[in-house]
């Protein structure tokens, strides 16, 4: 099993809907968990990042943790075509100091 | 506002050969990283650094990579002897170790190695 899993995609929504993408992971033991946005051939890009379980709102992004159920998911409100990306999630625990376990990302296409 | 930056942007060697990728990390950053991305893989973990020594390595770390931190504004990643599979997309990072921020890296915009 994966350690971290999420749905390739490509995902095409309309814009202006809203979003949701998800990751799944198998270890307990992450606590700290981020989503990352990477246009094509650039650097990760920092969204959000969330302890524990629980929601933060930043903006037009939710991002929920929810470890009983070991599922992480970023919500995307009013999506724009500017908004076209790959989504990566990232999660550490304390046995891995501050290095991530990435998913393989999910890519999203917002259509005008 | 502040960014991680890499050079060069792209870099193609030989089989064989040594290469070094440069990274200047955000200046009130402690935390140093390097992370691959090989061609429509995932992003992982390379090594991280801090306090001018390894903190955490990976099993892709092996002996034929090695970091250094130069002077006070340069972070770079070394590869002895490159080979084919270690064409990828390389990423900086850094962070700073405060409370409630520990686990925000922000990455440089990569180095691309082409191994030939």
């Known amino acids: 099993q994966k350690e971290v899993e999420q749905d390739p995609g490509p995902l095409s929504v309309p814009e202006g809907a809203i979003v949701s993408l998800n990751c799944t992971y198998s270890?307990?033991?992450?606590?700290?968990f981020m989503w990352y946005r990477q246009y094509s051939r650039k650097g990760p890009e920092l969204l959000m990042y969330?302890?524990?379980?629980g929601n933060k709102e930043d903006g037009r992004f939710t991002a929920q943790v929810d470890k009983s159920s070991k599922y992480i998911s970023l919500f995307i409100r009013d999506s724009q075509p500017s908004d076209s990306a790959t989504y990566l999630c990232?999660?550490?625990?304390?046995?891995?100091?501050?290095?991530?376990?990435f998913g393989p990302g999910t890519r999203l296409s917002v259509l005008p | 506002e502040p960014e991680v930056t890499q050079t060069p942007s792209h870099q193609v060697t030989q089989m064989g050969q040594e290469v070094i990728l440069r990274c200047v990390p955000i200046?009130?950053?402690?935390?140093f990283y390097w992370y691959r991305q090989i061609l429509g893989q995932k992003v992982e973990f390379l090594v991280s650094?801090?306090?001018?020594?390894?903190?955490?390595k990976s099993e892709i770390f092996d002996d034929q990579f090695s970091v250094e931190r130069p002077d006070g504004s340069n972070f770079t990643l070394k590869i002895r002897s490159t080979k084919l599979e270690d064409s990828a997309m390389y990423f900086c990072?850094?962070?700073?170790?405060?409370?409630?921020?520990?686990?925000?890296?922000?990455f440089g915009p990569g180095t691309r190695l082409t191994v030939t």
């Open positions: 270890n307990s033991a992450f606590q700290y």
């Open positions: 990072a850094s962070s700073v170790p405060t409370s409630g921020s520990s686990y925000e890296q922000y």
């Open positions: 990232a999660m550490s625990h304390p046995l891995y100091g501050q290095n991530f376990v």
């Open positions: 200046s009130n950053h402690l935390y």
């Open positions: 650094f801090y306090n001018n020594e390894i903190s955490e």
């Open positions: 969330t302890y524990s379980s």
